[in-house]
């Protein structure tokens, strides 16, 4: 049963949260972080077969961009998302060779259940490097002059400096949670548990996703915020880090969004513990991300070029792309730390090695002008 309002953390629960979650995440307020999913969330939904050296190409060049988080893959089953099934030797490839970068670069993988987090820490212990210890939210090196570029003459390739973190998810909706993971809301919360104990037992950060937050291709547009902030509540008491909250089907739109942000903050959920997650099937991503913006919100998701999709939402197209949201946000004086013109180039360059349409206006148009 839904725990309505006001749902929120007893006050030691509370102490705690404050003290240990995203204590190295915390942002000043004209600072955003730009968590990079392209690699995974942008690739996973692709029909034409996608080569290893392009998805390490792809997480090389987004390294130099001033990026700090990048999800680098999905530790799930090649049967359900063919195009996830090289993650063990991307993450090998980072590993061994790591990109260069002009700061340490968190590499997050997706592991939706105990096999693919046993699968990641094989792959890990197989690698002498330890690439798991907590590390601060390091701003980009940039010029004196413009916070959002970044020095791309100092690139650092020391692989001891990055660090690997993993993500998990359930979904807000029972339909969803079933079609999905073919199991209850409360089976897939319960089934992050013993996942959750082995990433922090080898000293990893953890990030709970939660999809279908505003929209459910099943159940519709109106999705019950009480039952998002209860499973944020849960994920964040578990032991992540961070949740990303999720339009999966981009069915968002700004009254929607501000009314879970508000149950969010009624709930006690805190703005640094929480990241957003638009996609742009309605032309609502960045609209949605003004609004996280106005409530204090710090984290936002994007990928590439706008890759993206999900593979169990049908009709739901791209993540908001990184450039469309870059754009907004250097408009508003928001630092980032990354590189527009960069990030321009490589979502020209991915759709091109694609075959298909580069679904940023604003990397479009930022190409554009430097051409003329």
Known sequence: MIQRLPLRLNANSARHLRRQLCSSRRLS??????VEVGPRDGLQNEQSTISLETK?????RLAKTGITHME???FVSAKWVPQMASTPEVFQSIMSRPPRAPHPIAYNYLVPNLRGAETLVSVLESHETPLTSNHADQAAITSADDPNRMASEKLVPNASQNTTEISLFAAATETFSNKNTNCSIQESLDRCKPIL?????????????????????YEGPDVDPHKVAEMTATLLEMGCDEVSVADTTGMGTAPRTRRLLKTLKEAGIQNEDIALHFHDTYGQALVNTVVGLEHGIRTFDS???????????KGATGNVSTEDL??????????TGVSLEKMAEIGAWISGELGRQNDSRAGKATLARKQA
Request: include cysteine; charge should be positive; hydrophobic fraction near 45%.
């Open 29 to 34: 307020a004209d600072h955003v972080r730009i």
């Open 56 to 60: 390490i190409e792809l997480i090389e």
């Open 72 to 74: 680098a893959g999905s």
């Open 197 to 217: 104990a082995i990433a922090k037992g080898k000293g990893m950060q953890a990030r709970g996703y939660i999809s279908v937050a505003l929209g459910c291709p």
């Open 303 to 313: 990928s590439v070029g706008g890759l993206g999709g999900c593979p169990f939402s």
């Open 326 to 335: 870059l754009h907004l946000l250097h408009s508003l004086g928001v630092q």
